[in-house]
């Protein structure tokens, strides 16, 4: 069998393993297809020898991105494969978005010394340089490293949640902006995790504002939500995806590369898609 997994975040945004570590990783264990799809950045992407897009690879990288949306306050991610990376209206706009993480970020940390925990901006940002945007995961992990708590989800829990005291919002594009973002970047606009969405009502409003698939296939979601997005995907016509959401954060699963993955024959019409036309090495 050979095996994909197509949602894979990196240290650009608020995973724990370089792009440059995704992909020895992928080989190690096995993987042939892979997507780093980082929140509101390519800075990852950019960052690999344009070579790993090589269709011929032993592990073929698919460019991706994860974009939050905002759907009438219902929190909405849109994924983005075969994106063109050097796309100059794409990369403008997560430039702005980027920004604005940062800001917020600042504004999260200020809250927490409010609140009496000694954290710090360097802290949180000390793996500078790579980190384009910046997210919860972040001052999750600082946190734990200061032993305020054990585990991710204990974070998210007491303070990290959106009722919590800590939480800002970011700006996030509506969907049909990031939809229209993605396809101007010749990409393919596919809903992430519609398990989390979990209303039908909303799902139906993404497929007619122009989504082209589905992440059927994610840790997320049980068997039946399986078969029943299987369903409505084949139904309007959605290319199937799927992947592990890896972030190498401590207690979320999966905890390794590879713990969870796609058979290729499940997403082979999506595989298909790929004439990226990059030069092969
Ligand atoms: P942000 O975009 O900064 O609001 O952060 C969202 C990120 O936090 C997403 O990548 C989620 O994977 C992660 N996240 C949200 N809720 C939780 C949770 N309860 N436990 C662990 N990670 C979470
Ligand atoms: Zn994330
Ligand atoms: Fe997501
Ligand atoms: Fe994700």
Redesign the pocket.
């Known amino acids: 069998m050979r095996a994909a997994d197509l949602h894979i975040h990196t240290t650009a945004s608020d995973g724990s393993l370089t792009p440059a570590e995704v992909v020895n990783q992928a080989s190690l264990v096995n993987l042939n297809y892979i997507s780093l799809t980082d929140h509101d950045t390519v800075n990852g992407l950019v960052s690999l020898p344009p070579a790993v897009y090589s269709a011929k690879r032993k592990v073929t990288v698919i460019p991706g991105i ?1 974009l939050s949306t905002d759907l009438n306050g219902r929190e909405v ?1 849109l994924l983005g494969y075969y994106i063109d990376i050097n796309n100059r209206p794409l990369l403008s706009k997560l430039n702005e978005l980027t920004q604005e993480r940062i800001e917020r970020m600042n504004g999260m940390i200020k809250r927490l010394v409010a609140l009496g925990y000694n954290i710090s901006w360097e802290q949180v940002a000390r793996k500078a340089g790579s980190v384009i945007a910046f997210g919860r995961p972040h001052l999750a992990r600082a946190l734990i490293d200061n032993g305020y708590f054990s585990n991710i989800n204990a974070v998210f829990e007491t303070i990290l949640a959106k009722d919590g005291p800590v939480y800002l919002p970011h700006r996030k594009l509506r969907p049909e902006q990031a939809i229209l973002l993605i396809k101007g970047a010749n990409g393919l606009p596919v809903l ?2 519609p398990g989390l969405i979990g209303n039908r009502k909303v799902m139906n409003r993404l497929i007619d504002s122009g989504i082209e698939g589905l992440e059927v296939y994610h840790p997320c979601h049980t068997k039946s939500e399986i078969a029943d997005f299987l369903a409505m995907g084949r139904r309007h016509n959605l290319l199937i995806t799927g992947g592990s ?1 890896f972030h190498g954060l401590p207690g979320r699963f999966p905890a390794a590369l590879g713990d969870f993955t796609v058979d290729e024959k499940l997403i082979g019409e999506f595989l298909n898609k790929n004439t990226m036309g990059f030069p092969d090495p």
């Open positions: 994860e991610h992430a995790h959401d």
